[in-house]
């Protein structure tokens, strides 16, 4: 496994009858260029060349003929540009024509609008085998194998220990589980309506699962809670700290993380009336820090620099591997990683929200602790991590609180005052991430806060703003902002603290310093930015033009910022479902170009450049 | 996998310089048709088409050009008919240019003359890698891999756990341990001189096992010891039959089974002093019962008709599986069946004798309760299984025993009386198997037993034999025939009873059916056979007159019957040893063409022509 080639080429597929042009890296099989793009081409055995359904005609531009076209094509056809689409590599442009398909495929829709063609690892074969006699003397296996042979099978032992059992007692009627080219499972009877897979988000705050019916494509339940990690600390360098300190923390933490997911999967198999051993694969997308603690992977070199993954890509992960009750034979992909920062998550929501595929000029910015930023215009591909520090995180501000009942989430200064909304309608107990930055912003943009980030003397408000210089006053030395009375006599006001301001500045300057620097290194200007999508729980709650306003994302017109909701959920699911999406993030992850920016000599001078918020 | 292909064609490959010619099945590859004949081919990743070192020149017939060989050769050397000889497959009669190796190779005779280039599937690579930098964030693994871009590799997710820890305390100096495709290990600093692996003869009676230093194909350590499942019966279907009555039996088998293996894996390691976790690859042959009870796969099917393998290969199986301690990682080898009655300890006997390369017409017979017979002429090969029953047990014969200290393992009549040799010459307490042979084809020849098996009249021996004579008597009804004075006033005499005879007659009668009805087949005559190969401990030991006196071989010249020693153990070891005669158990497997007996019409009949001893 090479995980970390050379950026490739590019090169231009136009498909007929569709009559639809796609870029892609030379090298893709024709096949997976296809399916990225919505056009559906026949296969039975997910791309491994051993159906011979998926048959395609080059009318322009020549692919080298592969021992297996010659199996599946005569001379004569190989001579009219027939070939096999799942072996066909395409190395320069080219015009293929796609023969129409005998069965109609399955697609749904996906992250950010991208419709995904169903080809899900995951296969049942329901089959009908004769039974052995002295004549035919075929062994079990075998026996399968004939009734599979589109597919070359490589076999579980576990498989063995029960099938002479299993054949026999059900009249040799069973149905074969097959998973890329492993056969996992022989069952009893016809069990083809039943195959489900599970999709984590595996989120440093918040876990997710999906649990997914795979021959439909549609989820049968989602399940979410707190990462039982959390008492290690709220963010990934806490929880790396804690290995680094204590020797049992890693196996806790490890414990922790498959504790979570295995609550949620039960949970989902619960709500959904599914057996655990139903479940026959599993995907995960997380950062890599929430990667390797789960995996057991000592995750010491991320935390300290130069920054350093044990593996892009961890191949060989079973279900068990992660704590999650599944089928014993349940496979687990795990999402790749580019770098130490950035992680199967942001690979997965980039995945969901096709950068890769895109012609528009966009930016993906997923805001946390770390922010995770990714550029590209369809033809390239770069990302980078900015650290934001914790003014996103409940803890770090005087009054924050997760998006939780009782959180200001909404705040919008008018007819001279404050008006507010509360998640849940309930009185104020504490302000969320896109409620702080909606207030920064509103008081930025009325003169509250002055564009240095200091809150304007008192008096002055006073001027135009009586109402909301009324809010202003003191906690001991400190200035602050009072967002929301006290709910009880006793009680606390939420407030806006100067240094909520302050640690709000430092994080949106860390993130602009990176999409700017990016922005250099991709030679285009903040203008330039068609479109800006903002990932995670986080995006999906901020205000774009709050954002816009304290300068935390590009200057660019309002419309154009765009929520892209939990994108690295959405492409967990898009692994789970399509053998050909799975293939897509090993291409994406050859192409994505990283830029790492704490060795950069210019940082700390764009960094004071950006603290200002604009005016 | 398709393990029952149908039986392939031959085709003709002369290799230059060294001008040797050898037929081999059409498909096979180059590299390996090389390696079976005693001819190296520079490769250093096994025949995985990674290292692309395997070149050479086709300079008479054709090859199609494959993908991988556009990576290793410009335009100009395809046409000039380059190829990678691990990825071209013959078709047709081909003249293959071998350029001289740039490393002498390793050799070293295992079997029957069997000439072995070493290839293991196991090998170590010490590596001193530069530290990572904030320039040069590639992963852990990616560093490991750039120093091996020989090889394609997949890793072990054990492998990732340690790997950050392991490079940090070593200073970044390691061995990476690879199995074929499989980074296996990564070890602090240089272990390359330390790497063994075990071959185990799993027999039904007696267990053996070869420790092997994989560097330089030598043994280390050799051990052995009985089965442990022996209070469970003698042979394979007293075994099955356990399973059959009680469903606590096979876990017990199993384990008994792993306790043997492991027990004797660790003698050897004690012996050599080497350490478990040095053993990465374990090799087993042994017959189709031992193997599905040792992996725990229930062998009912195999012992009812119509005798149903659960697969011929069991393809993904751990030491850990067989139970015996060794590198956690390390995988094993287990050799393929035919059919439940011809096992992988016949393939791998088959292979070490050569059956599937000699030119001369050769039968190979393994002696037992289940006596397998090959026959092979170097272009086709056919097998066979005859239930010889218990005669060759000791505990069917009245004075029956294992070839132990006391056992009568050669008779002869001398100067008109016995001449006995016995084990470890004390006085004798029993008749092994040999013996058995021995004593009844001399009273055979010297008129005391007649040909249809009956002891003649006493009376009638007197007047040529009186010594023989004297030894005839009765206990109780039965004629017997005493070999031996008891060893004590109040012991029993060692004697060869009518009943024994008969026991000898009818097993003799089951196996000259065998190869007789396979000589019908092949379409030859007894007189044909160039040589008899009688393999395994019993055929170590049997007199060869006796058994062409007694029928239970073809009447041909004693000097072409040979004793081939514990085959099964060699082929073991050379699967163990070189990844091409791994493949060619593959081959062997798909030409061999299995003979079922049980089915026969013409099989009674021939068994009771064939119970009179030969006059």
Redesign the interface.
């Known amino acids: 496994?090479?995980?970390?080639q050379g950026v490739p080429e590019r090169v231009r597929i136009r498909f007929t009858p569709s009559d639809k042009e796609v870029r892609v890296p030379t090298g893709v099989p024709i096949f997976d260029a296809a399916s990225w793009n919505g056009i559906a081409i026949d296969s039975t055995c997910g791309g491994h060349g051993t159906c011979k359904k998926c048959k395609v005609q080059i009318l322009e531009g020549s692919i080298?003929?592969?021992?297996l076209d010659?199996r599946a094509f005569s001379q004569d056809q190989l001579d009219d540009g027939w070939r096999l689409a799942c072996v066909a590599r395409a190395t320069g442009d080219l015009l293929v024509d796609v023969p129409p398909m005998t069965t109609r495929p399955k697609a749904a829709t996906f992250g950010v609008g991208r419709q995904v063609i169903l080809r899900p690892a995951v296969q049942k074969r329901f089959v009908e085998l004769t039974e052995?006699?002295?004549?035919?003397?075929?062994?079990?296996?075998?026996r399968v194998?004939?009734e599979l042979?589109d597919l070359?099978?490589?076999?579980?032992?576990d498989v063995?220990?029960?099938?002479?059992?299993t054949l026999?007692e059900s009249d040799f009627k069973v149905t074969a589980v097959v998973v890329d080219d492993r056969l996992i499972a022989v069952e009893p009877g016809d069990t083809t309506s039943r195959s489900f897979g599970l999709a984590f988000d595996l989120g440093t705050t918040t876990v997710v699962a999906n649990l997914m019916d795979i021959t439909t494509g549609t989820p049968a339940a989602v399940t979410s809670m707190l990462n039982k990690q959390q008492p290690y600390g709220a963010d990934v360098i806490a929880r790396i700290s804690a290995t680094m300190l204590n020797a049992d923390a890693l196996g806790h933490l490890q414990q922790l993380a498959h504790e979570t997911l295995d609550t949620l999967a039960k949970e989902a198999c619960a709500e959904a009336g599914v057996e655990a051993n139903e479940i026959y694969e599993v995907a995960l997308a997380g950062n890599a820090t929430m990667v390797q603690l789960a995996?057991?992977?000592?995750p010491?070199?991320l935390g300290v620099?130069?920054?350093?993954?044990?593996?892009?890509q961890?191949?060989?992960?079973m279900a068990s591997?992660l704590g999650v009750t599944a089928h014993p034979r349940a496979r687990a992909v795990v999402v790749p990683a580019l770098?130490?920062y950035v992680g199967g998550d942001i690979i997965a929501g980039a995945l969901a929200s096709g950068m890769d595929r895109d012609k528009r000029l966009r930016l993906f910015i997923d805001i946390g602790t770390n922010c995770e930023i990714v550029i590209a215009d369809g033809e390239r591909i770069m990302a980078t991590a900015a650290p934001a520090g914790p003014a996103f995180e409940a803890a770090s501000i005087r009054c924050g609180m997760r998006a939780a009942p009782g959180a200001i989430e909404v705040v919008k200064v008018t007819d001279g005052d404050l008006e507010l909304q509360v998640i849940g309608d309930e009185p104020a107990v504490g302000v969320c991430g896109s409620g702080l930055v909606d207030a920064v912003a509103e008081l930025v943009r009325v003169g509250v806060i002055d564009p240095s980030g200091r809150f304007v003397d008192r008096d002055t408000v006073m001027e135009t703003h009586p109402h909301l210089a009324e809010r202003m006053t003191l906690f001991g030395e400190e200035k602050v902002f009072v967002l929301a009375e006290p709910t009880s006599p006793d009680g606390d006001p939420v407030v806006l603290s100067q240094r909520d301001v302050r640690e709000l500045q430092f994080a949106k300057a860390a993130i602009a310093t990176g999409w700017s620097l990016l922005f250099e290194d991709f030679g285009i200007e903040e203008h330039d930015i068609q479109q800006v999508l903002l990932a995670g729980s986080f995006g999906t709650y901020l205000s774009a033009a709050s954002a816009v306003r304290i300068g935390l994302v590009p200057k660019i017109p309002v419309l154009r910022i765009v929520s892209a909701g939990n994108v690295a959920g959405e492409g967990a699911k898009m692994v789970l479902l399509s053998a050909a999406e799975r293939h897509g993030v090993t291409t994406l992850l050859s192409e994505i170009k990283?830029v790492?920016l704490?060795?950069r000599t210019d940082f700390q001078d764009r960094f004071i450049d950006q603290l200002a918020f604009p005016t």
């Open positions: 496994m090479t995980d970390e080298p003929v592969q021992s010659r052995p006699t002295l004549t035919d003397q075929r062994t079990d296996s075998q194998f004939d042979d070359e099978l490589t076999v579980d032992l063995y220990r029960t099938l002479g059992q026999r995996l057991g992977v000592n010491e070199p620099a130069p920054f350093i993954l044990a593996a892009r961890f191949e060989n992960v591997d770098g130490a990283y790492e704490s060795d």
